[in-house]
């Protein structure tokens, strides 16, 4: 499943601001922490603040900070703000999408879609944190030896 | 699906394919929180609560499967793991697993097969600790991983699962409908 840019920039946004929700983060900040575009995020943390996912804090030490609960929000969720997967595979308006191969080949690409979005949906912010957590930890035990 | 302790039994699990780690003592009480619930070893006098809880999230009464299952329990205590929860002097949750060696060419694993929780008592870590306490039955039994199998919509448990750090295995589930 390849993802749109903004619906990475977003889950980049949410996992990193989730992270630590007391603390605000620029868009500057953030862009230079994973290479991107700040232009291009700034534009995704709007989204992400109409969403309710995060909003920004004025001022000296302003920034964006998350706002949502990390234990519901899913990635899935914060995908579905910058794109539809719920149908990918398996759509009959593609061409040959009504032949008889067509129709098979949809059969098995929407198989695998099926499992990409279960998974997607059963995942939260908080679930990812934890693997984030768990493989930082296992990084540094494994630097100090 | 969970289990608790059966420590001493334990003692002499020694399938050869059981186990290239060593094995662990088996806990030696089971595990408690402050007037939380407790995890223990299933007793014959359990299975109705097994029953209605199993009966709240299915919908479904199935007394004489969980009656088979714990006799099943009963015939290879040391490979086999049935824990329920107990909360203010009733079962409000259950745990199943067993070692399931070489399916599919599989290393022995630990399988969690039942789990259930009183919906009237979620959110109290409950299902969590029962997971807790069969995993710690299979480290006992010399299991180095934990296996179970979710339906693709059942979303709430897999977040469950997910949130405990399990990942999708190296193996894919597969079926057909077989025509008459």
């Known amino acids: 499943m390849k993802l749109q840019k903004a619906t990475l920039f977003g889950l980049y946004a949410v996992l990193d601001l989730a992270e630590d929700r007391e603390r605000t983060r620029s868009a500057g900040e953030i862009a230079e922490t994973y290479g991107i575009s700040i232009n291009h995020l700034a534009k995704v943390l709007r989204d992400l603040g109409r969403a309710g996912l995060v909003e920004a804090a004025r001022g000296v030490g302003g920034g964006y900070r998350f706002i949502g609960n990390p234990k519901r929000v899913t990635l899935m969720d914060v995908i579905e703000i910058f794109e539809d997967i719920r149908s990918g595979a398996g759509d009959a308006r593609d061409p040959g999408a009504k032949t008889d191969i067509g129709y098979s080949l949809h059969v098995v690409l929407g198989e695998i879609e099926d499992i990409a979005r279960a998974t997607l949906r059963s995942v939260t912010i908080e679930t990812l944190l934890k693997h984030v957590r768990r493989d930082r930890d296992q990084r540094r035990a494994a630097a100090a030896e | ?180």
């Open chain 2, 1 to 180: 699906m969970e289990m608790s302790k059966y420590a001493a039994r334990r003692q002499g699990a020694k399938s050869s394919t059981v186990a290239k780690a060593a094995k662990k003592p088996a806990p030696a009480a089971a595990p408690r929180a402050a007037q939380g619930p407790i995890i223990r070893p299933v007793n014959p006098g359990d299975l109705s609560g097994v029953v209605k809880v199993d009966q709240r999230n299915t919908g479904v009464a199935k007394r004489d499967y969980w009656q088979d299952q714990y006799e099943r329990y009963l015939r290879r205590p040391k490979e086999r793991f049935f824990l329920v929860g107990e909360f203010e002097g009733r079962i409000v949750g259950f745990a199943i697993g067993e070692v399931r060696a070489w399916e599919f060419g599989s290393p022995p694993c630990g399988w969690v097969f039942a789990l259930g929780v009183d919906p009237s008592v979620r959110l109290r870590n409950i299902g969590s600790q029962l997971i807790d306490a069969i995993s710690e039955h299979f480290k006992c039994a010399g299991m180095r991983k934990l296996r179970t199998m979710l339906r693709r919509d059942d979303n709430l448990n897999l977040s469950f699962f997910r949130s405990l750090g399990m990942m999708a295995g190296p193996f894919i589930q597969l079926e057909k409908d077989l025509e008459e």
